[in-house]
Protein backbone atom coordinates (compact mmCIF):
# COMPACT_ATOMS: atom_id res chain seq x y z
CA UNK A 1 0.00 0.00 0.00
CA UNK A 2 1.55 3.28 -1.03
CA UNK A 3 -0.64 4.81 0.46
CA UNK A 4 1.66 31.21 34.92
CA UNK A 5 2.82 34.31 42.01
CA UNK A 6 3.30 31.35 44.29
CA UNK A 7 -0.10 31.14 45.03
CA UNK A 8 -1.25 30.11 41.71
CA UNK A 9 1.71 27.64 40.94
CA UNK A 10 0.65 25.70 44.63
CA UNK A 11 -2.98 26.05 43.76
CA UNK A 12 -2.18 24.55 39.77
CA UNK A 13 0.05 21.95 41.37
CA UNK A 14 -3.00 20.62 43.90
CA UNK A 15 -5.10 20.03 40.99
CA UNK A 16 -2.65 18.40 38.94
CA UNK A 17 -1.47 15.79 41.45
CA UNK A 18 -5.50 15.85 42.49
CA UNK A 19 -6.12 14.35 39.15
CA UNK A 20 -3.17 12.07 39.28
CA UNK A 21 -3.99 9.90 42.93
CA UNK A 22 -8.08 10.10 41.58
CA UNK A 23 -6.74 8.02 38.49
CA UNK A 24 -4.53 5.59 39.66
CA UNK A 25 -6.80 4.09 41.63
CA UNK A 26 -9.63 4.35 39.02
CA UNK A 27 -7.05 2.20 37.15
CA UNK A 28 -7.12 -0.63 39.54
CA UNK A 29 -10.99 -0.80 39.84
CA UNK A 30 -11.62 -0.53 36.07
CA UNK A 31 -8.54 -3.15 35.69
CA UNK A 32 -10.51 -5.84 38.41
CA UNK A 33 -13.55 -5.28 36.81
CA UNK A 34 -11.76 -6.35 33.72
CA UNK A 35 -10.50 -9.58 34.72
CA UNK A 36 -13.93 -10.23 36.46
CA UNK A 37 -15.88 -9.48 33.27
CA UNK A 38 -13.06 -11.73 30.98
CA UNK A 39 -13.39 -14.27 33.54
CA UNK A 40 -17.16 -14.05 33.48
CA UNK A 41 -16.98 -14.59 30.01
CA UNK A 42 -15.03 -17.47 29.85
CA UNK A 43 -17.02 -19.34 32.41
CA UNK A 44 -20.15 -18.43 30.07
CA UNK A 45 -18.63 -19.48 26.63
CA UNK A 46 -20.28 -22.09 24.22
CA UNK A 47 -18.38 -25.02 25.06
CA UNK A 48 -19.35 -26.16 21.34
CA UNK A 49 -18.17 -22.88 20.22
CA UNK A 50 -15.63 -21.29 22.33
CA UNK A 51 -14.25 -17.56 22.00
CA UNK A 52 -10.88 -17.63 20.12
CA UNK A 53 -7.87 -16.92 22.15
CA UNK A 54 -7.15 -14.40 20.27
CA UNK A 55 -9.68 -12.58 21.18
CA UNK A 56 -8.87 -12.43 24.73
CA UNK A 57 -5.26 -10.96 24.09
CA UNK A 58 -6.26 -7.98 21.74
CA UNK A 59 -8.68 -6.83 24.65
CA UNK A 60 -5.82 -7.44 27.42
CA UNK A 61 -3.46 -6.21 24.94
CA UNK A 62 -5.76 -2.66 24.46
CA UNK A 63 -6.84 -2.86 28.12
CA UNK A 64 -2.58 -2.48 28.96
CA UNK A 65 -2.61 -0.17 26.20
CA UNK A 66 -4.98 2.45 27.28
CA UNK A 67 -3.55 1.85 31.00
CA UNK A 68 0.14 3.26 30.07
CA UNK A 69 -1.46 6.25 28.20
CA UNK A 70 -3.31 7.23 31.33
CA UNK A 71 -0.01 6.49 33.59
CA UNK A 72 2.05 8.40 30.75
CA UNK A 73 -1.00 11.34 30.71
CA UNK A 74 -0.53 11.72 35.01
CA UNK A 75 3.34 12.58 34.89
CA UNK A 76 3.07 15.03 32.08
CA UNK A 77 -0.16 16.64 34.34
CA UNK A 78 2.11 16.85 36.85
CA UNK A 79 5.01 18.51 34.74
CA UNK A 80 2.68 20.81 32.71
CA UNK A 81 0.80 21.39 36.71
CA UNK A 82 4.40 23.42 37.59
CA UNK A 83 4.90 24.84 34.04
CA UNK A 84 1.68 26.82 33.77
CA UNK A 85 2.50 28.47 37.12
CA UNK A 86 6.00 29.49 35.57
CA UNK A 87 6.73 33.40 34.60
CA UNK A 88 7.56 35.20 31.63
CA UNK A 89 11.49 34.78 33.09
CA UNK A 90 11.09 31.25 33.77
CA UNK A 91 9.50 30.59 30.26
CA UNK A 92 11.80 32.40 28.25
CA UNK A 93 14.64 29.58 29.19
CA UNK A 94 12.23 27.56 26.45
CA UNK A 95 13.67 29.39 24.07
CA UNK A 96 16.14 27.93 21.74
CA UNK A 97 15.14 24.50 22.99
CA UNK A 98 13.51 21.89 21.19
CA UNK A 99 10.20 20.21 22.31
CA UNK A 100 8.35 17.82 20.87
CA UNK A 101 5.23 18.74 19.23
CA UNK A 102 2.42 17.64 16.64
CA UNK A 103 3.83 20.22 14.70
CA UNK A 104 5.46 20.54 10.81
CA UNK A 105 9.04 20.15 10.98
CA UNK A 106 11.53 21.40 9.32
CA UNK A 107 13.35 18.80 6.85
CA UNK A 108 17.35 19.61 6.10
CA UNK A 109 18.30 16.62 4.33
CA UNK A 110 18.76 14.17 7.47
CA UNK A 111 15.97 12.15 8.86
CA UNK A 112 13.15 12.68 10.89
CA UNK A 113 12.34 10.76 13.53
CA UNK A 114 8.59 10.54 14.49
CA UNK A 115 6.99 9.44 17.50
CA UNK A 116 3.58 7.70 17.16
CA UNK A 117 0.69 6.44 19.59
CA UNK A 118 -0.23 2.93 17.95
CA UNK A 119 -4.08 1.72 18.05
CA UNK A 120 -4.34 -1.61 19.46
CA UNK A 121 -7.05 -2.53 16.73
CA UNK A 122 -4.98 -1.43 13.79
CA UNK A 123 -4.23 -3.74 11.72
CA UNK A 124 -2.41 -1.51 8.34
CA UNK A 125 -1.54 2.22 8.52
CA UNK A 126 0.21 4.53 6.55
CA UNK A 127 2.21 7.25 7.02
CA UNK A 128 1.46 10.71 5.09
CA UNK A 129 3.74 13.03 4.14
CA UNK A 130 2.23 16.72 2.93
CA UNK A 131 4.55 19.79 1.96
CA UNK A 132 4.40 23.38 3.38
CA UNK A 133 1.14 23.54 0.55
CA UNK A 134 -0.67 20.53 2.15
CA UNK A 135 0.38 18.73 -0.91
CA UNK A 136 1.14 15.16 -0.62
CA UNK A 137 4.54 13.91 -1.84
CA UNK A 138 5.16 10.48 0.40
CA UNK A 139 3.23 8.32 0.89
CA UNK A 140 3.98 3.90 2.30
CA UNK A 141 2.95 1.71 4.03
CA UNK A 142 4.36 1.96 7.93
CA UNK A 143 4.31 -0.90 10.87
CA UNK A 144 0.55 -0.21 13.12
CA UNK A 145 2.26 -1.06 16.09
CA UNK A 146 5.70 0.81 15.78
CA UNK A 147 5.92 3.97 18.52
CA UNK A 148 8.64 5.64 16.69
CA UNK A 149 9.06 6.04 12.44
CA UNK A 150 11.76 7.64 10.32
CA UNK A 151 10.85 9.84 6.90
CA UNK A 152 14.24 9.47 5.31
CA UNK A 153 12.89 12.43 2.50
CA UNK A 154 12.11 10.53 -0.25
CA UNK A 155 8.87 11.31 -2.34
CA UNK A 156 6.49 8.41 -2.80
CA UNK A 157 8.23 8.35 -6.76
CA UNK A 158 11.34 7.64 -5.10
CA UNK A 159 13.24 11.03 -5.48
CA UNK A 160 14.56 13.19 -2.60
CA UNK A 161 12.47 16.10 -1.36
CA UNK A 162 13.46 19.59 -0.90
CA UNK A 163 14.51 21.18 2.25
CA UNK A 164 11.49 22.88 3.90
CA UNK A 165 8.83 22.14 6.10
CA UNK A 166 6.50 19.25 6.15
CA UNK A 167 3.77 18.17 7.58
CA UNK A 168 2.34 13.98 8.99
CA UNK A 169 -0.26 11.92 9.77
CA UNK A 170 -0.68 8.05 10.09
CA UNK A 171 -3.70 6.94 8.39
CA UNK A 172 -4.83 3.48 10.33
CA UNK A 173 -7.14 0.70 9.05
CA UNK A 174 -8.90 -2.18 11.26
CA UNK A 175 -9.21 -4.53 8.03
CA UNK A 176 -11.98 -2.65 5.70
CA UNK A 177 -12.63 0.55 8.49
CA UNK A 178 -10.62 3.30 8.50
CA UNK A 179 -9.78 4.24 12.24
CA UNK A 180 -8.89 7.85 13.69
CA UNK A 181 -5.93 9.46 12.41
CA UNK A 182 -2.72 9.94 14.87
CA UNK A 183 -0.69 12.83 14.20
CA UNK A 184 2.85 12.34 14.50
CA UNK A 185 5.26 14.00 17.22
CA UNK A 186 8.73 15.46 16.42
CA UNK A 187 11.62 18.00 17.88
CA UNK A 188 11.52 21.06 16.74
CA UNK A 189 13.14 24.31 18.02
CA UNK A 190 11.05 27.00 20.04
CA UNK A 191 11.94 30.56 18.94
CA UNK A 192 9.11 32.57 20.93
CA UNK A 193 7.18 32.27 23.92
CA UNK A 194 3.94 34.43 24.21
CA UNK A 195 1.48 34.47 27.37
CA UNK A 196 -2.01 34.67 26.89
CA UNK A 197 -3.73 35.69 30.24
CA UNK A 198 -2.52 32.03 32.31
CA UNK A 199 -2.29 30.52 28.88
CA UNK A 200 1.07 29.75 27.71
CA UNK A 201 1.98 29.37 23.84
CA UNK A 202 5.27 28.23 22.25
CA UNK A 203 5.94 29.40 19.27
CA UNK A 204 7.98 26.59 16.89
CA UNK A 205 9.91 26.67 13.72
CA UNK A 206 7.47 26.07 11.39
CA UNK A 207 5.91 29.26 13.22
CA UNK A 208 2.91 27.44 14.45
CA UNK A 209 1.97 28.29 17.90
CA UNK A 210 1.78 25.28 20.54
CA UNK A 211 0.19 24.74 23.96
CA UNK A 212 2.11 23.13 26.95
CA UNK A 213 -0.62 20.60 26.71
CA UNK A 214 0.26 19.32 23.31
CA UNK A 215 4.40 19.01 24.31
CA UNK A 216 5.27 15.70 25.32
CA UNK A 217 9.19 16.42 25.73
CA UNK A 218 11.46 19.28 26.12
CA UNK A 219 15.73 19.07 24.74
CA UNK A 220 18.66 20.67 24.39
CA UNK A 221 18.82 22.01 21.12
CA UNK A 222 20.93 19.19 18.66
CA UNK A 223 23.42 20.66 16.50
CA UNK A 224 22.91 20.08 13.09
CA UNK A 225 25.79 17.47 11.35
CA UNK A 226 28.88 18.23 10.12
Known sequence: MDTSTVNATTQTATVGQTKSSARSPQIASDFETFLSLLTAQMQNQDPLEPIDSTDFVAQLAQFSSVEQQVATNDRLDAVLARLSGAGASDMAQWIGQEVRAPVAL???????????????????????????????????????????????????????????????????????????????????????????????????????????????AIRAAQSDPG
Not at 111 to 138: F, K, M, Q, Y
Not at 147 to 162: C, F, K, P, V, Y
Not at 176 to 201: K, M
Request: aromatic share 8%; proline share 5%; no cysteine.
Open 106 to 216: EFKGDPLELTISPDPRATTAALVVRDANGAIVSTFAVDPDANELIWDGTRSGGEMAEEGFYSFSVARWAGDEALEDDIPRGFTPVTEVRLDGEEHQLIVGSGESVGLEGVS
